[in-house]
């Protein structure tokens, strides 16, 4: 079951939720990020000695906490999402980027902005689902979208800001990714799902409000750059049978049919399972969901769910 028992050396796209580097409920403080970073990336590095590992990551808790920091000054316009994108991109693939180097010192490690073209016509800006931000109760969120006319949802047992979530298009750096990995980099790349752009009638791009789904930016990723699995790694130990009860429990293996059968949150699971999923159909590869300490033992096929064509 386990794709390292099969090929000696594999490419693997990893992307780490922003969840994972941000436990729900944690201080989005710059000390509890680098500490989650260092746990992520010990993990992260090693697979990568032995493996050749494109890393993704989410940026909900951050982005929401930069684009509230920029609400808050009264006196100047908040910066647009695709620049909080771009920042949120920098900031954590910096933390991610330095603490790798400093577990693989031996490799060479890139962090590349990427913008990802998105249509304008997306139905997902009338209908926003991505949560962004740290989580409030009820009463919290309810004040804060009347002041700052948010779009707020439920997650879990918190409420948090939603915004809208295109489906990605095209890599604008795919070839520049491409030629850095042919150079044996580790290359953290589509952070918080890329920066979202738009290509007017001119052929010139413009960044949109929005911001992109990580885990269906990295199975684009994935099967743009042929990688022989693609791995969501979550805070939740797999894809859960019966979510939510006492008797929930996690689902080992699973055909794509079967799990596309299946019904899940549209705002936190769903996503990931249509990322497996297309990852899984249009490659014929496998797709791992499951928790970050499981890392080597979700490849290994011994924790989290694998997504195959037929089981």
Sequence with gaps: ?????????????????????????????????????????????????????????????????????????????????????????GMIGYQLSQQLRNFLSEKKIATLLTQIEVDPNDSAFLHPTKFIGPGYDKIQAEALAHTHQWTIKADGQYFRRVIASPQPLR????????????????????????????????????????????????SLLAREIKADCFVILTDVMGVMKNWGDSFAEVIKEIAVSDLEAMHFPEGSMLPKIKAACEFVKKTGHRAYIGALDDLPEILAGNAGTVIDLTI
Excluded: W
Aim: proline share 3%; aromatic share 2%; glycine share 10%.
């Design 1 to 89: 079951m386990g794709i390292l028992r099969e090929i000696n050396k594999v490419r693997i796209v990893i992307a780490l939720g922003g969840n994972a580097l941000l436990k729900r409920g944690e201080a989005l403080t710059i000390d509890a990020q680098k500490e989650n970073a260092k746990r992520a990336c010990k993990l992260i590095a090693e697979v990568a000695r032995s493996h050749q590992v494109t890393l993704t990551h989410g940026n909900g808790p951050q982005v929401g906490m930069l684009a509230l920091q920029a609400a808050s000054h009264d006196a100047s316009k908040p910066y647009p999402f695709d620049v909080l994108d771009a920042e949120s991109e």
């Design 171 to 218: 890599i604008l750096e795919l070839e520049i990714i491409k030629l850095l990995l042919d150079a044996g980099v580790l290359v953290i790349c589509c952070g918080g799902g890329g920066i979202p752009v738009i290509r007017e009638a001119t052929g010139d791009y413009e960044g949109v409000e929005a911001v992109i789904d990580k885990d269906l930016a990295s």
